[in-house]
């Protein structure tokens, strides 16, 4: 959901607990799920816990700098920012990261920033609570103009600005 935040649940499976690891395929978020499908590119997501997480608590999980490796990824491949990236068999923006995945843990309260090209996922939740968080991605006002879709400009902080 673009423009607007969604609470989202991340429900406890306990039963997983053994075999938890930290997850080491990430995905970008603004593709549809089908190849195809129009992407609504957007600008800045927002994570922001309404409980406490801890580590193996269905953490929002990402990988430090992806967005920069994803952002000369696309720069050589500016073909496939409309989505045509994911007829690769795996993902790649969790492979070219320059750093492991981590989780965001932290408490109440507590918000993530990121920028659209942040690889990231979800992680399996095996505390007895569920994870309460709320997802907001912000678009920039041009999203719908056809040239600024397929845009990968050179600067990746070209429309930003504080």
Request: charged share 20%; proline share 9%.
């Amino acid at each position: 959901h673009v423009g607007g935040g969604a609470p989202i649940l991340n429900w406890p499976k306990p039963e997983q607990a053994e075999a938890w690891s930290i997850p080491t395929i990430g995905h970008i978020d603004g593709y549809a799920q089908h190849i195809g499908q129009p992407h609504v590119p957007f600008m800045v997501g927002f994570t922001t816990y309404l409980y406490d997480v801890a580590s193996r608590g269905g953490a929002f999980t990402y990988w430090p700098g992806s967005h920069l490796t994803t952002h000369r990824y696309f720069l050589k491949h500016p073909d496939e920012i409309a989505g045509s990236f994911r007829k690769h068999s795996r993902p790649i923006f969790s492979d070219i990261a320059p750093e492991s995945s981590r989780e965001f843990t932290g408490k109440a309260g507590d918000v993530l920033l990121w920028h659209s090209y942040l690889c990231h996922s979800g992680s399996v939740n095996v505390h007895p609570s569920p994870r309460f968080a709320v997802i907001v991605r912000y678009a920039h006002q041009l999203k719908e103009d056809p040239a600024f879709k397929l845009e990968v400009p050179e600067d990746l902080w070209k429309y930003w600005a504080i």
